[in-house]
T-cell receptor, first 110, second 116 residues
């Protein structure tokens, strides 16, 4: 299956700054999911986006799904040290397995 | 949420030996489980789909004879790395969904394999 492209690969910010990671696909996605993996940990589900143009918020996190359903973004407002980790977007393969993007690793300095 | 337990969390083995990793769904039945491999600072790469009571489906480039998968019950899938080599050293992680239509995938804690 085709992997979703994710940028940037790494991002370092000062605590309080905003952060955004982008996910792009060459084909239309039925839905897209976002996961967070802390250093040494396993991926934890954050959210799924299904509808064209959908925007969902979880506290300081804002998730968007593009109108064409080919791209998505995760934006964190006023980052905190607890936001450190790698954020992955993932698409479903054949409705079951997840195919992950390369991830964006966020580091935050206080 | 549902719990997926993976064991062991880390293992060191000698080259040429085999290592078995277990993945259990603790509070739900999983007819399908997924095995991923993650190299340092890289993404999770799908290795295979484990199907209860039938053969696993392997992704392209994954050697089925080297990575043996057995899904003998609705709550247990095992991955055996046979004749391990140092290049097999990696983080192996399983996942499952409560039902085929479930949105969220739950992941085991992962197994860090080091082959010396």
């Amino acid at each position: 299956g085709q992997q979703v492209m994710q940028i940037p690969q790494y991002q370092h910010v000062q605590e309080g700054e905003d952060f955004t990671t982008y996910c792009n696909s060459s084909t239309t996605l039925s839905n897209i999911q976002w996961y967070k993996q802390r250093p040494g940990g396993h991926p934890v589900f954050l959210i799924q986006l299904v509808k064209s143009g959908e925007v969902k918020k979880q506290k300081r996190l804002t998730f968007q799904f593009g109108e064409a359903k080919k791209n998505s973004s995760l934006h964190i407002t006023a980052t905190q040290t607890t936001d450190v980790g790698t954020y992955f977007c993932a698409r479903n393969q054949a409705g079951t397995a997840l195919i992950f993007g390369k991830g964006t690793t966020l580091s935050v300095s206080s | 949420g549902a719990v997926v337990s993976q064991h062991p969390s880390w293992v060191i083995c000698k080259s040429g030996t085999s290592v078995k990793i277990e993945c259990r769904s603790l509070d739900f039945q999983a007819t399908t489980m997924f095995w991923y491999r993650q190299f340092p600072k890289q993404s999770l790469m799908l290795m295979a789909t484990s199907n209860e009571g039938s053969k696993a489906t392997y992704e392209q480039g994954v050697e089925k004879d080297k990575f043996l998968i057995n899904h003998a019950s609705l709550t247990l899938s095992t991955l055996t790395v046979t004749s391990a080599h140092p290049e097999d050293s990696s983080f192996y992680i399983c996942s499952a969904r409560e039902t085929a239509g479930s949105t969220e995938a739950f992941f085991g804690q992962g197994t860090r394999l080091t082959v010396v």
